[in-house]
């Protein structure tokens, strides 16, 4: 089945700082990718995802882009806000098309 | 509606009591999932279905957890005789499956604490 390696968190940047926040995955086929978004005493909300190869999806100026060599799919924001603060998931769909696989979890606290 | 619906958004029960969690999902939406949210363990899958009837459910953590839908559209997880273990954010989503292709959305969750 799938298995997700996420960057472990927290990381905390000050506003205006680049963000990359890692993850690897183990999958059968190609699945789906996903980062969703956790802000505080929230749901999950769909960030982006990506949905084959070299696919690159984006955001409220995050990107992430499906690398099949690699089995990565990192997240990354140029200029980070005080509003971005929050649990972010990364997650591939399975081949089955139908079940979420999370990761961890990355706590990021942007400061101003 | 517009978005995965979920009640009660909140919800503190003494143990050993039997709770039920309601999901409305996205209208339209084939596909509906419940996952639960710890501190200790996590997102963890529960339980899938497609239309009423479910063909994984093997994230159920014991057979004190139920879950049934019905008209293809409300859900309603059960849990009976809770522990404080069963503690936890209950999440819904639904998504519609098509062309291979599926997005997951998801609700604000149920927060449930056992005492």
């Known amino acids: 089945g799938n298995s997700v390696t996420q960057m472990e968190g927290p990381v905390t940047l000050s506003e205006e700082a680049f963000l990359t926040i890692n993850c690897t995955y183990t999958?059968?086929?190609?699945?789906?990718l996903f980062w969703y978004v956790q802000y505080p005493g929230e749901g999950l909300q769909l960030l982006l995802k990506?949905?084959?190869?070299?696919d690159k999806g984006s955001n409220k100026g995050f990107e992430a882009t499906y690398r099949k060599e690699t089995t990565s799919f990192h997240l990354e924001k140029g200029s980070v806000q005080v509003s971005d603060s929050a649990v972010y998931f990364c997650a591939p769909l399975r081949g089955s098309n139908y079940k979420l696989t999370f990761g961890k979890g990355t706590l990021l606290t942007v400061n101003p | 509606g517009a978005g995965v619906s979920q009640s009660p958004s909140n919800k503190v029960t003494e143990k050993g009591k039997d709770v039920e969690l309601r999901c409305d999902p996205i209208s339209g939406h084939t596909a509906l999932y419940w996952y639960r949210q710890s501190l200790g363990q996590g997102l963890e899958f529960l339980i899938y279905?497609?239309?009423?009837?479910?063909?994984?459910k093997s994230g159920l953590p014991s057979d004190r957890f139920s879950a049934e839908r019905t008209g293809g559209s409300v859900s309603t997880l059960t849990i009976q005789r809770t522990q404080q273990e069963d503690s936890a954010v209950y999440l819904c989503?639904?998504?519609?499956?098509?062309?291979?292709?599926?997005?997951?959305?998801f609700g604000e969750g149920s927060w449930l604490t056992v005492v």
């Open positions: 279905f497609q239309g009423n009837s479910a063909p994984d």
């Open positions: 999958a059968t086929g190609y699945p789906s």
């Open positions: 990506a949905t084959k190869a070299d």
């Open positions: 989503a639904s998504s519609f499956i098509q062309g291979g292709g599926n997005t997951i959305y």
